[in-house]
C-alpha cells in the first residue's frame, strides 16, 4: 500500500475513534490532498500569528483544536470566512475548495505531523544533509551555508513532506519560478548566471555563482534568459528511500523562528 493511501487511513481512523469534541459533524473525510492543500495556504496566510505549531495565540491550539468559538467545521469555515471583529483575526478571501484545505488542515494538524516525520530520522537526515549530500555547498540553513541556491532554514514550514520528497527526486519539476536560474549577458559581452531573486520590468535581482549580489537593468542587456533546468541535481539515484526518508524528516524540522 502506498504512502499517500497510509497516510489518508491513519488520518481516517484517527477521526473515527477519537472524533472531536462539541459535534464535529464531518468525522473521516478529509483527504489527503485537502490537508496537503490546507497546509501550503496555512503556511501562506496564518503562521505569521497562529505559528508552525498552532499555538502561538493565547488560549487558542489548532493542533490539538482547542478554541474559544469554534465547535464544528461550518464554525470553522465561518471565522475563516469572515474574521473575528475586534481582534487580529481578518476575513479571508479563499474559495469553497481554499476553505475545505483549511479545516482539513486544521482538523488533521497534529496527525500530519506524527505520520509526516514517522518515517525518517532527523538526526542521521542532517548529517546527510551536510555529508553525503553536500547541500550546503549551495543551500544556507540558520546561517550556516551558501546563499547560492534557496535558504532552507524555515523550510518545513512552507513545503509538505510529499512536496519536499519530490524536491529532492525531481527538482526540476519542483522548482517555483522565482526560483528559477538566469542567464544575462550585457551589452560588452559579460555573462552572469545566476538565481534569480526578484524581478520587475526594468530590473532583476540575482545573486550570482560567487554569492554575489547583483542589481541589473534590463535594458543594459543584450541577453536575458530564465532557465527551466534546476541546477540542483537529482538524489533518486544518490540517496537510498531511507536516506531520502531522513532528510524528509530533517527538512521538517526547519520551521525558521516563528
Not at 459535534?23 to 505569521?48: K, P
Request: contains cysteine.
Amino acid at each position: 500500500m502506498g504512502s499517500k493511501w497510509c497516510f489518508a487511513l491513519v488520518i481516517i481512523s484517527c477521526f473515527v475513534v477519537t472524533g472531536f469534541a462539541g459535534g464535529q459533524e464531518h468525522i473521516g473525510q478529509y483527504s489527503q490532498a485537502d490537508v496537503e492543500a490546507g497546509f501550503n495556504l496555512y503556511n501562506a496566510n496564518c503562521i505569521t500569528c497562529h505559528g508552525a505549531n498552532g499555538d502561538s495565540v493565547p488560549g487558542i491550539n489548532l493542533r490539538t483544536n482547542e478554541f474559544r468559538r469554534v465547535s464544528t467545521d461550518s464554525d470553522l469555515n465561518r471565522i475563516i470566512q469572515t474574521g473575528i471583529p475586534g481582534t487580529a483575526m481578518p476575513p479571508g478571501r479563499y474559495n469553497t475548495a481554499e476553505l475545505a484545505g483549511l479545516v482539513a488542515y486544521i482538523r488533521a494538524m497534529r496527525e500530519f505531523d506524527t505520520v509526516a516525520t514517522g518515517r525518517g530520522d532527523a538526526a542521521r537526515g542532517q548529517n546527510i544533509f551536510e555529508e553525503k549530500g553536500n547541500c550546503n555547498s549551495c543551500h544556507r540553513v540558520n546561517n550556516k551555508g551558501s546563499r547560492v541556491a534557496p535558504d532552507l532554514s524555515d523550510i518545513g514550514a512552507i513545503r509538505s513532506p510529499e512536496a519536499l520528497r519530490r524536491s529532492l527526486i525531481d527538482p526540476t519539476a519542483s522548482m517555483l519560478p522565482l526560483n528559477r536560474p538566469v542567464r544575462a549577458v550585457t551589452r560588452d559581452g559579460k555573462l552572469i548566471s545566476g538565481r534569480r531573486l526578484n524581478e520587475d520590468t526594468y530590473t532583476v535581482q540575482v545573486i550570482d555563482t560567487e554569492e554575489h549580489l547583483i542589481s541589473l537593468i534590463k535594458a543594459d542587456l543584450r541577453e536575458f534568459t530564465v532557465l527551466k533546468t534546476s541546477t540542483m541535481p537529482s538524489y533518486k539515484d544518490k540517496l537510498n528511500p531511507a536516506e531520502l526518508d531522513d532528510v524528509v524528516a530533517y527538512l521538517r524540522t526547519l520551521k525558521g523562528s516563528r
